[in-house]
């Protein structure tokens, strides 16, 4: 089976069924999914699919009925991330970097059920989680994403700075947390730089977004366009945002950030775009919050971002709280 699910913005679902034409680049028209991986390095990111199904909010995905599966799962050692942490936390300390995000994953084997079977929460419609999936044979992810990293229509590019967690319970004192507020500044300010010199920016103000046991920040940003630029160009542009990527982001930090990924396990898909051009109009999705499988093995991956403040123990607790927001949105 090869099957691409992209979340529509009216809380249905866009499928595309393989076998997929593999493109260079966007088509001219129709509809084609973008997929790529976390260091962009795939030449061929576009993919038309042979048929399309719109599945509208509630209704159940009949190609992916399978049960839920259970899963035996095993949770990551600390140490590998105390040393990684450890690195990171010197090389804000040398000037080098001011912030980076290392991943950690946590592993588990199928034992009854069918991973497929994680679709059917897809088509629940839980805004502001935006479903997303790609599945090929006996591998595949899915994710419910929070993070738009832009959508572009008509000259008009709308982009967002998510950065910044705490648990609901807290979410008084996470309003006016200086280490969170700064974290999400980062992004949000660096976004505004890169996007200024594409046209004309409007930010909107800070808010906080409500995940059910999560609550972030978010910035909405808004840019016409002041003159045409490739689609490719722009995610090239935008990916990562210092919300899963480094600051500030060099050919040096990002091999560096790749590296730490690979230490801990991280699969390429993580963090990575995931889009959908549809007549003209393309969006692009962060893809976290995902559950990725191979066979019998299916993983969690969470990501945290580490600035001067970050503390290990918080970073960690960060990280486990993030896993188990997915896994509970799963129902596994």
């Not at 699910?5 to 593999?22: R, T």
């Not at 966007?26 to 719109?54: C, I, M, Q």
């Not at 897809?122 to 899915?142: M, Q």
């Not at 909107?204 to 366009?225: A, C, K, Q, T, Y």
Request: net charge negative; glycine share 10%; hydrophobic share 40%.
């Amino acid at each position: 089976m090869n099957l691409a699910v992209f979340g529509a913005s009216d809380g249905g679902l866009l499928v595309g069924k393989g076998p997929f034409e593999v493109l260079a680049s966007p088509p001219e028209g129709g509809v084609a999914f973008y997929r790529n991986d976390f260091a962009l390095s795939s030449p061929t990111p576009w993919f038309v699919p042979s048929e399309v199904e719109k599945i509208e909010k509630g209704s159940s995905l009949e190609a992916l009925n399978n049960e839920l599966p259970e899963i035996a799962w095993e949770e990551p050692e600390v140490e590998p991330f105390a040393g990684v942490f450890a690195e990171a936390s010197e090389a804000i300390r040398s000037g080098s970097i001011e912030k980076s995000v290392p991943v950690v994953t946590a592993r588990g084997s199928l034992i009854s059920g069918s991973c497929e079977g994680l679709c059917q929460v897809l088509s629940a419609g839980r805004p502001p989680l935006r479903p997303y999936a790609w599945i090929d044979g006996v591998e595949g992810v899915a994710g419910l994403s929070p993070e738009l990293l832009f959508q572009f229509e008509g000259g008009v590019l709308h982009a967002m700075a998510l950065a910044g967690t705490a648990r609901r319970e807290e979410r008084e004192a996470f309003g006016v947390d200086e280490k969170e507020i700064r974290e999400h500044e980062f992004v949000a300010q660096t976004l505004l730089a890169k996007l200024s010199d594409l046209g004309t920016t409007r930010r909107h103000p800070r808010e906080i977004m409500d995940l059910g046991p999560l609550v972030h920040f978010h910035s909405g940003i808004d840019v016409e366009l002041e003159e045409e630029v490739p689609l490719d160009r722009l995610v090239s542009l935008l990916h990562p945002t210092p919300a899963l990527g480094p600051l500030p982001r060099t050919v040096e930090t990002m091999r560096q950030l790749v590296d730490w990924r690979q230490q801990l396990g991280c699969p390429v898909w993580f963090g990575a775009p995931f889009g959908l051009y549809n007549e003209g109009v393309f969006e692009v999705l962060v893809a976290i919050r995902m559950i990725r499988w191979q066979g019998q093995e299916v993983v969690v991956p969470s990501g945290c971002g580490v600035i001067e403040e970050s503390r290990l123990v918080s970073e960690w607790r960060e990280l486990r709280l993030k896993r188990e927001s997915v896994r509970s949105a799963f129902g596994i």
